[in-house]
């Protein structure tokens, strides 16, 4: 699923931040350095983003590069899914964001509920792990993995997060709205539904 160039942006970015942080020889810091530069140029050539930009979003992270991990909530009322609309792109996704330090996933995908759709929810099993780089998102610049984790509904009223999202609604399998796909695809969504009718499928895992 995941281009080339990207991929080996990625690989050279990952080799040279362990390089930096490892390293102790003046010389090897200096090649390390110049892999990093190499890995922005490279994403730079074809995505004609300012390299700056790129400096700061790719290669600002120390120490040994590991994947970041995203956490989305999967909470049914009435056989519908919750999603919230994206004000990034207007398009709707499953509640959820990057992993904070400090909290459990569980934890995360309760905040992340209620601050982008207003509901409390109960965090209970996790459905499945999924490596980014295996579906049809489009490319980014981290290696992600994807958490699902099945929440139940336990109060709270729909409000939207003004910052993060424009509105929040449950929807049937067979009503899904126009899908932020860098945030969940059709095929995790609908995987989601097959979890509601068969609540004894194994975890899914790539």
Same mark, same amino acid.
């Given at each position: 699923m995941q281009l080339k160039w990207l991929e080996w942006a990625k690989q050279i970015q990952a080799i040279?931040?362990?390089?930096?942080?490892?390293?102790?020889? !003046?010389? &090897?810091? *200096? #090649?390390? *350095?110049?892999?990093?530069?190499?890995?922005?140029?490279?994403?730079?050539?074809? =995505?004609?983003?300012?390299? *700056?930009?790129?400096r700061e979003l790719f290669?600002?992270? =120390?120490?040994?590069? =590991? +994947?970041?991990?995203?956490?989305?909530? !999967? !909470?049914?009322?009435?056989? #519908?899914?919750?999603?919230?609309?994206e004000?990034? &792109?207007?398009?709707?996704?499953? +509640?959820?964001?990057?992993?904070?330090?400090?909290?459990? +996933?569980?934890?995360?995908? !309760?905040?992340?509920?209620?601050?982008?759709s207003g509901y409390d929810v109960r965090a209970g099993?996790?459905?499945?792990v999924?490596?980014?780089?295996?579906?049809?998102h489009p490319p980014s610049p981290w290696h992600v993995y994807k958490f699902f984790i099945e929440c139940e509904l336990i109060g709270g009223t729909a409000a939207v997060d003004t910052t993060e999202t424009m509105e929040v609604g449950f929807f049937a399998e067979n009503e899904l709205p +126009?899908?932020?796909?860098?945030?969940? =695809?059709e095929q995790q969504i609908r995987t989601a539904f097959q979890y509601l009718r068969q609540p004894d499928l194994p975890v899914f895992c790539d």
């Open positions: 040279s931040q362990a390089g930096l942080e490892y390293s102790r020889d !003046v010389y &090897d810091l *200096e #090649r390390f *350095e110049q892999l990093r530069e190499l890995s922005l140029e490279i994403m730079q050539q074809y =995505t004609d983003v300012e390299i *700056e930009l790129i290669a600002g992270e =120390t120490g040994y590069a =590991t +994947p970041k991990v995203d956490i989305r909530a !999967v !909470v049914f009322q009435n056989d #519908r899914i919750l999603m919230v609309r004000k990034l &792109d207007g398009a709707w996704a499953l +509640p959820g964001g990057w992993a904070d330090i400090g909290l459990s +996933p569980k934890e995360i995908a !309760v905040k992340e509920v209620k601050e982008e099993r996790l459905l499945g999924v490596d980014k780089k295996f579906h049809p +126009p899908l932020s796909v860098e945030r969940n =695809t």
